[in-house]
């Protein structure tokens, strides 16, 4: 069981190029969600798919874009990726339940743009 | 939408001192409030978590209390030690949202 896997873990790209991001999960969640991490800002929620075929807008949605053709994976794309979005972005999961649930997060992708 | 503060945003401590981190939120409608402890370079990992029909959850060191009244939750963590150094978020979730919101973490430091 390897819970929430990432790929890349690094990349290093150039203003205006493009990328995709992997998350899989093998915990059967309905819930993922992409975030970005900034310095001193926390973690700040892009897009989040509630289930296969979803998807919705977070808090920093722009330049982004999301896919979740599986419910176990979830794909975050840059199209045309600009030095502001230098950051470190992680993946995470849930289950749903009654209740809120934890999420349970990947190990991160570290991103830096040229 | 929902906002939330947490304070301090570094902390020092001795081996063995107590640690409190503070966490404010906005929306009334939030009721469940995870803690996760990130080390460097590291994933963000649940430590412990508390719905709001609770006031107080411990776990060995580690306790979250809760105040719905003043919208604030804490974490303290007892008995301090080296590996207790990291950088701790507190978040909050409505049952109506799908998102949970993060606090912009708090860097403790235990001093040997």
């Known amino acids: 069981n390897a819970g929430v896997t990432q790929t890349p873990k690094f990349r290093v790209l150039k203003t205006g190029q493009s990328m995709t991001l992997l998350c899989a999960q093998d915990?059967?969640?309905?819930?993922m969600y992409w975030y970005r991490q900034d310095p001193g800002m926390g973690l700040r929620l892009i897009h989040y798919s509630v289930g296969e075929g979803t998807t919705a807008k977070g808090e920093v949605p722009d330049g982004y874009n999301v896919s979740r053709l599986k419910k176990q994976n979830f794909l975050l794309g840059l199209e045309s990726a600009a030095p502001s979005q230098t950051s470190v972005y992680f993946c995470a999961s849930s289950y749903q339940g009654f209740l809120n649930q934890p999420q349970h997060f990947g190990d991160g992708t570290r991103l830096s743009i040229l | 939408g929902e906002n939330v503060e947490q304070h301090p945003s570094t902390l020092s401590v001795q081996e063995g001192d107590s640690a409190v981190i503070k966490c404010t939120y906005s929306?009334?409608?939030?009721?469940?409030f995870p803690w996760y402890k990130q080390e460097l370079g590291k994933r963000p990992q649940l430590i412990i978590d508390i719905r709001s029909n609770v006031g107080e959850k411990k776990d060995q060191r580690i306790a979250v209390t809760l105040n719905k009244t003043a919208k604030h939750f804490s974490l303290h963590i007892t008995e301090t030690q080296p590996e207790d150094s990291a950088v701790y978020f507190c978040?909050?979730?409505?049952?109506?949202?799908?998102?949970?919101?993060f606090g912009s973490g708090t860097r403790l430091l235990v001093r040997p």
């Open positions: 929306d009334s409608a939030s009721n469940y």
């Open positions: 915990m059967n969640h309905e819930y």
């Open positions: 978040a909050a979730q409505m049952d109506s949202s799908y998102k949970l919101i």
